[in-house]
């Protein structure tokens, strides 16, 4: 059954689009068939594989209607195993447009419904907000994700958060629920980033992946070269965090319906 | 953002719930409750016609179709007795009876299908003269298993006749 994902988090920088990038390509490696979804118009997924300046179609024209075949759309096999829906900065004004739309919570919903069988795992690169957008991505997906990067007040937005994913779930999407949070930009000399991971760790307990992601240059020059860091160095701890959450991600399935299950 | 939202005060299709100050559309709120609703109104079932319906239907059952299915099923567990008899054969040890050295026989006559396998093999490639020597060498090769086969039985069996007396001197004791 497809995994319908969606990786959100309201505060910038956190690592929504790093994790998504690298999820997908690790999961991929892992023989999962995946289709990553850049529904953030800052489009920094989309750059990871291809050139923003040079799309004829994306998600915008998807989620306004003006292009109805996702086919048109949709980037295939850009990584082996992996397929894009790009997104970039026009999005910016989608948001405005949709909100006479009928039924516009669930727009995201309808364009996945058609192919999202073809794939293993849909991920959803939510952007750093609570909006409309973020609506669509939770109320297409069976799952959400949350990153929590080690930084002062890091759980102080999760209940916003936490709370949008109960209504979203009592109003617009009975199949939700929260998979997980993984802490991110975790830098062990510190204490800092140990006291904040424990915080993290006692207040999800279950929830809480056991991985965590570490602070590592490899990550950082893989942003900046617009690769997945497993791609720029396999061997990096970047690359091994990530593989590890994958694994993770994928032993849930047996779990699926059951303990995950939060209501 | 939401101002503009909040302002169309001629749809008033639009209310009711929010998230995050946003209003949520009556549409997709009514689409979530139906995908979740059960299609069987479960109300409307009387649970009387039910059972009168099961009833009805157990009524129906060919007796002849459930005998043919009893009879089948006898004949699978005859086959299961059967398989479970030889199994037990194999994994007895060798006593004294010839019939109960069937494994170390079994393993020859497997050694010996191999190799005229082979034989068939290599003459069907080379000279077919060669048949006949490489014949004379499985002869050779099955008598050297078959005694060793056979030495191996009589070494059992020799240890099973030592049990069985010291077995007998502790009852006589």
């Known amino acids: 059954m497809t995994r319908t994902i969606a990786i959100i988090n309201n505060k910038g920088g956190v690592g929504k689009t790093t994790s998504c990038l690298n999820l997908g390509v690790a999961l991929s490696l892992l023989n999962k068939k ?20 040079q799309l004829q179609y994306t998600i915008k024209d998807l989620l306004e209607g003006t292009i109805t075949d996702i086919n048109q759309v949709i980037k295939r096999n850009v990584r082996p195993y992996i397929d894009l829906i ?3 900065n026009l999005l910016n004004g989608t948001e405005e447009k949709l909100l006479n739309e009928m ?8 364009i996945l419904e058609p192919i999202k069988n073809n794939y293993d795992y849909v991920l959803i690169d939510c952007p750093p907000s609570l909006n409309l957008i973020v609506l669509n991505s939770l109320t297409a997906s069976s799952e959400a994700i949350i990153p929590i990067a ?10 916003t958060i936490i709370q949008t994913i ?29 006291e904040i991971a424990e915080a993290i760790q006692n207040n999800f307990k279950s929830l809480c992946y056991k991985t965590i992601i570490r602070t590592n240059v490899k990550i950082k020059d893989a ?6 860091v497993i791609d720029l160095d396999p061997t990096s701890n970047g690359a091994m965090d990530y593989m590890s959450l994958a694994k993770e991600i994928i032993n849930q399935e047996q779990l699926i319906g059951g303990v995950i299950n939060n209501g | 953002m939401g101002k503009s939202f909040n302002n169309d005060v001629f749809n008033s299709d639009f209310n009711v719930d929010s998230i995050n100050g946003l209003n949520i559309s009556k549409e997709a709120i009514e689409e979530n409750k139906q995908a979740t609703t059960p299609k069987i109104d479960l109300s409307n079932i009387n649970l009387d016609e039910v059972k009168k319906q099961l009833k009805k239907e157990k009524a129906k059952q060919d007796p002849q179709a459930e005998l043919e299915a009893l009879m089948q099923e006898q004949e699978r567990l005859k086959e299961k007795q059967k398989e479970y008899e030889t199994l037990e054969n194999y994994t007895k ?12 026989t079994k393993k020859t006559m497997i050694f010996k299908q191999e190799y005229l396998d082979i ?15 490489l014949n004379k060498i499985l002869e050779l090769g099955i008598n050297e298993m078959k005694k060793q086969d056979n030495s191996l039985v009589e070494k059992a069996l020799k240890n099973s006749k030592k049990q069985r007396q010291e077995k007998a001197k502790d009852l006589i004791i």
């Open chain 1, 34 to 53: 995946v289709l990553l979804v850049d529904i953030d118009p800052q489009g920094n997924l989309t750059d990871a594989f291809i050139n923003i300046n």
């Open chain 1, 166 to 194: 109960q209504k979203v779930k009592a109003l617009l999407n009975s199949n939700l629920r929260l998979s997980g949070v993984f802490v991110t930009k975790y830098d062990e000399r510190t204490n800092n980033d140990r």
């Open chain 1, 150 to 159: 080690t930084e002062y007040h890091a759980l102080t937005g999760t209940n």
């Open chain 1, 103 to 110: 039924s516009r919570e669930t727009i995201l919903k309808r």
């Open chain 1, 86 to 88: 790009p997104s970039n």
């Open chain 2, 119 to 133: 034989i068939n093999g290599i003459s069907a490639i080379t000279n077919t003269e060669i048949k006949g020597v």
């Open chain 2, 93 to 104: 040890p060798p006593t004294e009876n010839n019939e109960e050295k069937i494994p170390y």
């Open chain 1, 223 to 228: 942003t900046n070269i617009h690769k997945s």
